[in-house]
């Protein structure tokens, strides 16, 4: 299943507030499920007009290490301010009213009975990675700084989101007017701008 802009609020009308606050910063961030399942609020710094999302390596509330996947994981994420719900330094930023570490299999769990509720087809937290890859794609994201946000270790691995466009384009008819993706764009503009900025 492509997630699309439709599926995804409609996902997130019926999701419980801890999973849609963590489906939307999915879709909205292209981080990998892990990375947001262990961010603490030691992780955020917030700006009065931005949060930076800090993914890297950490040791837990119940005192394990994290680190993501691959060492290229580690890096900040700007984004618009209160796009991360608030935590405290020692607590999980989402789904915090479990109180304990998320598995991946509970969240796995928890997105397919809320895609059954919501009346769409089955997605896979994956999937939102590869609906904000793709968007930023479409938008004209430079594809190395892209490459970089999403903490990909290879452009390869980027680029390669390039095969999935056909089966992701909701593309409009030859005599429609062409619809912006805004929220692709920013954060294509966002991307190239820090590109040529430093």
């Known amino acids: 299943m492509?997630?699309?802009?439709?599926?995804?609020?409609?996902?997130?009308?019926?999701?419980?507030?801890?999973?849609?606050?963590?489906w939307g910063f999915l879709a909205q961030t292209g981080c990998r499920r892990g990375e947001a399942?262990?961010?603490?609020?030691?992780?955020?710094?917030?700006?009065p007009t931005r949060d930076i999302v800090r993914v890297e390596p950490h040791t837990?509330?119940?005192?394990?290490?994290?680190?993501?996947?691959?060492?290229?994981?580690?890096?900040?994420?700007?984004l618009p301010p209160g796009t991360v719900p608030p935590a405290l330094p020692s607590a999980y930023v989402f789904v915090p009213s479990v109180r304990r570490p998320v598995h991946n299999t509970t969240a796995d769990r928890a997105l397919n009975r809320q895609c059954a509720k919501a009346g769409i087809a089955r997605v896979t937290s994956h999937d939102f990675r590869r609906m904000r890859i793709t968007q930023a794609l479409m938008a004209g994201a430079e594809p190395v700084a892209l490459s970089r946000a999403v903490g990909h270790r290879s452009l390869a691995t980027t680029i390669g989101y390039l095969r999935e466009l056909?089966?992701?384009?909701?593309?409009p008819p030859l005599d429609a007017e062409p619809v912006a993706n805004t929220a692709g764009a920013a954060w294509a503009q966002t991307l190239n701008t820090r590109r040529t900025h430093g």
């Open 166 to 171: 056909p089966m992701l384009c909701e593309l």
């Open 60 to 78: 837990t509330p119940e005192g394990r290490v994290w680190a993501p996947k691959t060492s290229s994981g580690i890096r900040s994420l700007v």
């Open 37 to 47: 399942l262990a961010l603490t609020g030691a992780q955020i710094d917030r700006e």
């Open 2 to 22: 492509s997630l699309t802009q439709d599926t995804l609020a409609k996902l997130l009308q019926v999701a419980p507030d801890d999973w849609g606050r963590l």
